[in-house]
């Protein structure tokens, strides 16, 4: 397997560094001339904000930044991604439960989470629990369908059904200010305490430095209703146990400015969490789940970039993420161990990345990006994992880019390559794979005096088997092929700032078309065997609508309002199929949001809503697949007197009994407080 892997590592480093010789010699030649387009893009972003960037996009993007992140009941990013239109969460509740994103009926995996512009990594799962990003020291939480517009980006970026994408806080340069913080304190139901700091400071013109810590515990302990018939006589109150946990998040960022729009930033992240793990709540079974799971994971990276030319932009990624999981059961099940199960699991991935922009003429650009990055898995377990083959993998990416825009048209392509070498310690790896996806994105303006936009794409991605679906205990299938996703979109984008008693009104619509192919399921062998197979074909059809508006009342008041919904058709496609052309699971055929603010002064109170329709876990024509739909209604209220702001919620506020998750029931009507101390100098 070594010499398969190594030639192709061979080529990877050829490029890269062909890359390097060729952007440094080119970088210096360039180094006096103007920074005309940088200047040019940064001063669009800065006249225009929010609504260029997103009416502009010939891929949709939804964006919530500054102070609309605080007031959508938001404690982590997952709270803010059900405000997007056409995505789906997954939570299987309470404070420490874990929270997975699914755009477009597409499975989590698609959906690539960017933090600063590199991708998360979990090569076991796929997924990322979106409820460990606190949003202290976020300044913008974006999601781009497809792939983020801006073709100067890392390869990876490119490789995903929908990318979620974070930035960090950082204070811009100013010579009357060199220092910014915040003091928070968290506290509401269930236990919740959740103090936490942000610092960033200033350096002399140079070096910007912040500094982000939160710690987080709570009991997790919370009241539901568990039902046993249709009325309310066959129901009792429960309480949901081994809920609670602790933890710790601290992050570093440093960004020195080598001279104007050159570059260096730095982020070092640790985050450490133990928790309960709630079992399944079924008829008159209270769970006594003894499950425990302690996450450890640190990450690193270093990010160059260099804009200083008109004509030639190109930068650098390098990171190395470490995880450890560490998964403690006590069932009497486990009797050759005492009645213990102990499993850890260490994953490790190491990144490298180069990016190249080129500009042809004066609307036409050029990019080429590589990717590289290797993974591995090792467990150590208590119950002998006998034909574990602790897996490694080398993952290569390398794609083209070209965009084309001016005020009226936008248009964009690019190929992506991806190719993947594995290796196990012993039994059979993983074939090797190699593929190309393309993408083509449009835009184009249909008035002149009028912000009318229509816009379109097609990609196509696939998504590689994560070394669960390869490689674990009993259940992996090493011959899986990856999934194959082939995305179309069609929509518009309309803004306007002249219709009467309105200030600001933006309408976005998007219909949708998503075929899945090789699509992996579980399929049982037996009562207690199952297996990973390719089998399973999705297509989805859908409509993304949302709507923003905001008018000012008097001098000093506003109103703001903004929705969003989806329709999603997500059917069954494989034929001979138990559930042949019926709604995949989880994935509800209506959904949305909608939420109203008014602003007086100094204090602002609003109101939040979520609804999801009928979602079903199984074949529809049994009804005990059924989950009810449901509406969320959540408060706010919030007033600043100097330095201080006071922030009091109340979610779900009519005590809605729903699941997210069949059989993990949510929390009820519960509050929390904010306080938060600001400090500049």
């Known amino acids: 397997m070594f010499k398969k892997v190594i030639p192709c590592l061979h080529v990877l480093r050829a490029v890269v560094l062909l890359s390097v010789l060729f952007c440094s010699s080119f ?13 040019k893009n940064l001063n669009e972003v800065v006249v225009n904000g929010y609504h260029l960037q997103v009416l502009k996009a010939s891929l949709p993007v939804q964006i919530s930044s500054g102070k609309e992140l605080t007031m959508l009941n938001a404690a982590s990013v997952s709270d803010i991604a059900r405000y997007f239109s056409g995505v789906t969460i997954k939570d ?34 796929g997924q990322i629990d979106l409820g460990r990003f606190p949003l202290d020291n976020i300044s913008e939480v974006s999601l781009t369908n497809g792939q983020p517009n801006d073709i100067f980006q890392s390869a990876r970026l490119f490789s995903s059904g929908g990318v979620l994408c974070l930035k960090t806080k950082f204070l811009n340069y100013n010579k009357n200010q060199s220092f910014d913080g915040k003091v928070t304190f968290k506290t509401g139901s269930f236990g919740l305490l959740n103090p936490g700091l942000f610092l960033t400071k200033n350096i002399g013109e140079k070096w910007t430095f912040n500094l982000s810590a939160d710690a987080l515990t709570a009991n997790g302990e919370y009241t539901f209703r568990q039902y046993y018939g249709s009325t309310d006589n066959l129901s009792e109150e429960l309480t949901r146990t081994n809920c ?21 930033s730095l982020k070092a992240n640790f985050f450490d969490s133990e928790r309960g793990l709630p079992g399944n709540i079924t008829f008159y079974n209270t769970d006594d789940s003894q499950q425990r799971l302690k996450d450890r994971t640190f990450f690193s990276q270093i990010h160059y970039e260099n804009r200083t030319s008109d004509k030639f932009q190109h930068q650098y990624f390098a990171r190395i993420n470490i995880s450890d999981n560490h998964f403690q059961d006590a069932d009497s099940k486990y009797a050759e161990t005492g009645g213990i199960l102990n499993d850890n699991y260490l994953q490790k991935e190491y990144y490298l990345s180069s990016s190249f922009q080129y500009k042809l003429l004066n609307s036409l650009f050029i990019s080429a990006s590589t990717d590289w990055w290797y993974n591995n898995l090792n467990i150590n377990s208590n119950v002998d994992f006998k034909d574990f083959q602790f897996p490694t993998r080398h993952t290569g990416l390398a794609n083209i880019a070209a965009k084309y825009f001016n005020e009226k048209l936008t248009l964009g392509a690019n190929l992506l ?8 310690h012993t039994g059979v790896p993983a074939p090797d794979r190699d593929k190309l996806s393309p993408t083509i994105n449009l835009s184009y303006k249909l008035l002149g005096d009028k912000e009318l936009r229509i816009r379109a794409f097609y990609k196509n991605i696939y998504r590689l088997p994560t070394f669960n679906d390869l490689y674990y205990q009993d259940m992996g299938n090493h011959n899986l092929r990856p999934e194959d996703a082939s995305q179309y979109n069609l929509g518009f984008t309309y803004q306007d700032a002249e219709i009467p008693f309105i200030s600001d009104f933006t309408v976005m619509a998007d219909g949708y078309y998503n075929r899945v192919a090789d699509k992996i399921i579980a399929v049982p062998r037996d009562m207690f065997h199952w297996s990973m197979i390719n089998k399973s074909k999705v297509n989805i059809l859908g409509l993304d609508i949302s709507v923003k508006a905001s008018t000012s009342v008097g001098k000093s008041d506003m109103v703001k309002l903004k929705g969003n919904y989806s329709f999603q058709s997500a059917k069954d496609a494989t034929v001979g199929s138990d559930n042949y052309g019926e709604q995949i699971p989880y994935t509800p055929v209506h959904s949305g949001s909608g939420s109203l603010s008014y602003q007086h002064g100094k204090w602002e109170a609003g ?12 074949q529809m024509t049994d009804q005990r697949n059924k989950m009810d739909g449901y509406m969320i209604h959540s408060v706010f209220v919030s007033t600043t007197y100097k330095k201080w702001n006071v922030n009091a919620e109340i979610i779900d506020l009519f005590n809605t009994q729903y699941e997210v998750v069949k059989f993990y029931p949510m929390p009820r009507r519960n509050f929390r407080i904010t306080l938060v101390m600001n400090f500049k100098k």
């Open 27 to 39: 970088a210096r030649a360039e180094e006096l001339k103007t920074d005309s387009l940088y200047r």
């Open 92 to 125: 299987y509740g309470g404070i420490g439960g874990m929270k997975t994103v699914s755009l477009r009926g597409m499975d989590a995996p698609y959906t690539g989470v960017s933090y600063d512009g590199v991708i998360m990594s979990d090569i076991q799962s």
């Open 244 to 264: 609670d946990i602790k933890s710790l998040r601290t992050e570093v960022n440093g960004m020195f400015r080598i001279r104007d729009n050159e570059t260096i």
């Open 417 to 424: 390559y991806t190719l993947t070498r594995e290796n196990v």
């Open 607 to 618: 109101y939040n809503m979520i609804f999801s329709g009928i979602r079903w876990i199984g």
